[in-house]
């Protein structure tokens, strides 16, 4: 997919064998829900996922270890959803 819209780059970082789950609000009454799993899990290496994000719905990210991910959107839901994934990275 290519787009215009600003884009947000996730990159799912190794950690272990544990699984992680957050809930990103986009400032517009929608959520990304982000899911990472242990690499063991994966079948492939390197993978780069492309998502479309529409301002006040639902998009579901799954990624493994040392995914990225890019979720396309409006600046301000990229911003929101930056702030709220800099919130999650404090705990």
Not at 35 to 52: D, H, I, M, N, Q
Request: glycine share 8%.
């Amino acid at each position: 997919m290519t787009s215009n819209l600003p884009r947000l780059w996730i990159k799912a970082s190794p950690r272990g064998t544990r699984s992680g789950f957050t809930v990103l609000p986009d400032g517009a009454g929608g959520r990304v829900t982000v899911t990472v799993l242990p690499k063991p899990w994966s079948l492939t290496t390197g993978v780069v996922r492309e998502y479309a994000h529409t301002p006040g719905q639902m998009t579901h990210i799954v990624l493994h270890e040392t995914d990225l991910a890019t979720v396309w959107s409006t600046a301000s839901c990229i911003g929101a959803l930056a702030l709220s994934l800099a919130e999650t990275a404090q705990y």
